[in-house]
């Protein structure tokens, strides 16, 4: 089966905990939602990128993230190479035709978060392109993140960092998250001028 589920099959499906005390309304663990969700993608991003004939470097603290798309570029003999870093501690290291921060930036804390934001800005090439996806105020799901190793951007920070910038794509999104919580985002894809 693909995908996560919880089946039962019994002579009296009214009374699973006459089974073994198979609980009544059976739910997934979150640890096991995260997984097979946010988890599920990553990196895809990277994957997509080296397929249109980018040469990538992408970095990410996991090493089960970084196994996987190692292992995928090697399979689709892509010009894609992962590399475990941890990011808190890392200066882009030269100037790129693009940047992609998606989902990254909301795991520091708020000076860094920003100062991280500066960094893509100024090592994408004159003419290049970035693309930040970020975690904005209103969100309240937290369940992924430590207290105090976290910001939430305001909803017009990655627009007024850009500004100057050709905006490709600018939006907002919003998706329910567990316990009747929620995860909004601000996506923006620009150009550089030249
Ligand atoms: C929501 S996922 C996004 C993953 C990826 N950017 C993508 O689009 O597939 C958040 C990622 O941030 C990474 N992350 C969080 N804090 C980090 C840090 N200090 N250094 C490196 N990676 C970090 C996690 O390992 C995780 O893969």
């Given at each position: 089966m693909g995908g996560t589920g919880v089946i039962y099959v019994l002579h009296d499906v009214t009374k699973p905990?006459?089974?073994?005390?198979?609980?009544?309304?059976?739910?997934i663990?979150?640890?096991?939602k995260l997984w097979k969700h946010p988890l599920k993608w990553l990196g895809n991003l990277a994957i997509a990128?080296?397929?249109?004939?980018?040469?990538?470097?992408?970095?990410?603290?996991?090493?089960?993230?970084?196994?996987?798309?190692?292992?995928a570029a090697n399979k689709l003999g892509l010009s894609l190479a992962a590399y475990q870093a941890d990011l808190s501690h890392h200066a882009i290291d030269g100037d790129y035709d693009s940047?992609?921060?998606?989902?990254?930036l909301m795991f520091f804390p708020?000076?860094?978060?920003?100062?991280?934001?500066?960094?893509?800005?100024?090592?994408t090439k004159p003419g290049g392109v970035a693309a930040v996806n970020v975690l904005i105020e209103?969100?309240?799901?937290?369940?992924?993140?430590?207290?105090?190793?976290?910001?939430?951007?305001?909803?017009?920070?990655l627009t007024k960092a850009f500004e100057?910038?050709?905006f490709l794509h600018s939006k907002y999104d919003e998706s329910p998250?567990?316990?009747?919580?929620?995860?909004?985002?601000?996506?923006v894809v620009a150009r550089k001028p030249k």
């Open positions: 905990e006459i089974y073994g005390g198979l609980p009544s309304n059976p739910s663990p979150l640890s096991v990128a080296a397929k249109q004939g980018c040469a990538v470097t992408a970095l990410d603290g996991s090493r089960t993230a970084v196994d996987r798309i190692n292992e940047i992609v921060a998606i989902g990254l708020q000076d860094k978060a920003r100062a991280k934001l500066a960094d893509i800005l100024a090592h209103g969100t309240t799901f937290m369940g992924m993140f430590e207290p105090g190793h976290y910001y939430l951007f305001d909803d017009n920070e100057g910038w050709e998250a567990p316990e009747n919580t929620v995860k909004k985002f601000h996506t």
